[in-house]
């Protein structure tokens, strides 16, 4: 009942018009972010954030969250009708989305995707309510030594997941946290890396450096990889008179696809380091292993879209929960959304809740109503996110700079962190290059700060001896999970890449 | 290139590591660990990683070299045309912002790209080049009361 009173005084806080306003902004623009080739969540988050700095935490984080997860519904769009993914979540969505879209069937695939997203996401929310206070509960014991550890586990986990590119991924990760400790070292004072700089003493702050490798760096890469060259040539164009709506049996067949896939993409996505991508192609392939006619996947089967929209919104609701109540970031994305928590003072963790309920259970509220607004997106405006990928990449790249440019600029006032914003931006692109992990990057600057501070308090606790990892039973089941983790994630990896590999075989 | 990416990384780590254990203190004067602490393990990784990175990646040239296949981690083609021009424009883009501000520079910087990238379409570039400004302006200066990039040369009367 507790729950309930806190949704509902969440709901109070989320339901004014000023914060619906920008719910609805926020649903929107993740849309179009989605539906951009080349920019996900975490571009559009960091770009935006910037934009967010003059409005009440609430309505902001709010709208924050409407981008993260609204880009989920919008990335399957092009997955439909052009056979692109608008980000690497809805990669699964093309199997059999495209397929549909050739068959005729790109109306009820449009409203079938928005539907199986509504329910992953509606689902998702719903086990956010019920676990992160319970979640709460349990990391309310933790101390320095469990929060260093928790850190280490979403670096490892993220880093197992990048496969055989390891090496550069941990180079990526170090990196990170070089730059996380230039600034004033908090516990003595001394300067460290900041050559006499005055604008280096507060830290190199996390937004430049986030626009410029997800911003600027994606779009060099889209450049460098002729994105802006490609035409829209392969657009299915569809029309509402033509079966539009799904049938009775599109929903009666993919009902309890949706209950699994919401289910698999949760728990997938509560996993530091897994996601959205693995969960949607884990989902496709235990679709098709229980599917009676598993031929038929690759060919235009509802179940084959369902089953990873469905998972990639409900690992997206997912993600929040090790965010909201360890203040762990498991993603590039979610990494921003802790950014922009920390810039307005607010520290995720166990006492996150109770210190900010009206903060906290608004975002869950918003949450709900959120995926109201993106179900009735999806269906009614989708002839306005078919213009905007008609829109030419030539055009958009450059408005896209100067997005970047000026947002970071606002931020600070500061020419010094658009030039910061810049370097981070040409970095980004040979990294992305060489196949480094700006995500990793972007993780370990802003947990460096938080593992580092939870490392030397843990020392100095223990006197210097690293034992104590060992005799606290918390850290004893943080480092099981952790191994645990490590062994399986790859696993998984390897069943979403095999159902990838076997649908391009196939089709 | 990848090899020349990873020698910058190199020589970027082996600076940092150099001031961690030059210019910072390993403990503090009372017993506990100093601000040299954390970077001197990360840098240390740093180096070695990045090291290691270095062998693996002259490794995979001798074997192409070889005639054996690529490697996992070799960098996809594209164009190195189109990558320079648009870092061009950005970078004369962010020196026009200094100089003339958020709004004359975005007009003329868009006038350039569109023109370079969107060859043919004057009509479609003008207004792009226009109305887009105008509401980035709009939405920053006047709903946001965020802070536009103020100029050096201020040529516009508002």
């Known amino acids: 009942m507790e729950i309930f009173s806190d949704l509902v005084m969440g709901l109070s806080y989320a339901v004014t018009p000023i914060n619906l306003a920008y719910l609805l902004i926020g649903a929107m623009v993740g849309m179009i972010v989605g539906v951009i080739p080349g920019f996900g969540p975490s571009a559009g988050l960091a770009i935006l954030l910037p934009l967010t700095f003059g409005m009440d935490p609430i309505g902001a984080i709010m709208m924050l969250a409407a981008i993260y997860y609204g880009s989920m519904y919008g990335g399957t769009i092009t997955s439909i009708l052009l056979n692109t993914p608008g980000e690497s979540a809805t990669v699964a969505s093309t199997f059999d989305g495209y397929p549909l879209a050739k068959k005729g069937r790109a109306g009820p695939a449009l409203v079938m995707q928005a539907v199986a997203s509504f329910v992953g996401g509606t689902v998702g929310v719903i086990l956010i309510t019920i676990l992160a206070p319970m979640f709460s509960q349990v990391s309310r014991s933790f101390g320095p030594p469990e929060y260093f550890l928790l850190a280490m586990m979403g670096m490892l986990t993220l880093l197992v997941m990048i496969g055989s590119n390891w090496k550069l991924g941990v180079i990526s990760a170090l990196i990170g946290f070089a730059l996380g400790t230039v600034g004033v070292d908090l516990e003595t004072g001394q300067s460290r890396y900041t050559f006499g700089s005055a604008e280096l003493i507060g830290g190199i702050y996390f937004i430049p450096i986030a626009i410029g490798l997800f911003g600027l760096g994606e779009l060099f890469y889209a450049f460098y990889s002729q994105i802006h060259k490609s035409a829209s040539g392969s657009l299915v164009e569809y029309g509402r008179e033509q079966r539009f709506w799904p049938t009775a049996q599109d929903f009666l067949s993919t009902r309890w696809t949706m209950v699994r896939g919401s289910i698999l993409g949760f728990v997938v996505g509560v996993i530091p380091g897994a996601g959205a991508t693995i969960a949607s192609l884990m989902a496709y392939s235990t679709e098709r292993s229980l599917s009676k006619t598993p031929e038929n996947f690759g060919q235009g089967e509802m179940a084959g879209l369902v089953a990873p929209e469905t998972a990639n919104n409900a690992a997206s609701s997912g993600a929040m929960i090790p965010l909201l109540t360890l203040g762990i970031p498991g993603s590039a994305s979610t990494a921003v959304l802790l950014a922009a928590f920390l810039l307005w003072g607010l520290r995720p963790g166990p006492l996150f809740m109770e210190q900010n309920p009206e903060l906290a259970w608004g975002m869950i509220a918003s949450m709900y109503l959120g995926n109201i607004i993106l179900l009735a997106i999806n269906i009614f405006a989708i002839p306005l996110f078919v213009q905007i990928i008609k829109v030419p990449y030539r055009i958009l790249g450059p408005c896209v700079v100067v997005i970047c440019l000026l947002g970071t600029f606002t931020v600070h006032a500061s020419f010094v962190e658009t030039w910061l914003m810049f370097a981070a931006g040409v970095v980004g692109f040979f990294m992305r290059l060489y196949g480094f992990s700006p995500a990793a990057l972007v993780l370990a600057l802003v947990l460096g700060p938080l593992a580092e501070e939870a490392l030397r308090q843990t020392l100095t606790i223990s006197r210097g001896s690293f034992g104590i990892f060992l005799d606290r039973p918390a850290s004893l089941w943080i480092i099981g999970v952790t191994i645990a983790l490590v062994v399986l994630l790859p696993l998984m990896g390897r069943i979403g890449a095999g159902a990838g590999r076997a649908e391009k075989a196939g089709g | ?158």
């Open chain 2, 1 to 158: 290139m990848r090899i020349v990416f990873l020698v910058a990384l190199l020589g970027g780590a082996i600076f940092y590591t150099y001031i961690a254990f030059s210019d910072l203190n390993f403990m503090t004067r009372t017993g506990r660990l100093g601000p040299g602490f954390f970077p001197r393990l990360v840098g240390a990784a740093m180096v070695v990683m990045t090291f290691w990175a270095i062998l693996d990646a002259l490794r995979d040239r001798r074997m192409v070299a070889a005639g054996g296949a690529p490697g996992p981690d070799d960098a996809p083609e594209g164009v190195w045309r189109d990558f320079l021009l648009l870092l061009g424009l950005a970078f004369g883009y962010a020196i026009l912002v200094r100089l003339f501000g958020g709004f004359v520079s975005t007009v003329v910087y868009l006038i350039a790209a569109l023109s370079l990238l969107n060859p043919g379409r004057h009509l479609q570039n003008a207004l792009v080049a226009v109305i887009f400004p105008t509401g980035v302006y709009v939405l920053f200066d006047r709903v946001l009361n965020a802070n536009m990039p103020p100029a050096l040369f201020d040529i516009l009367p508002f």
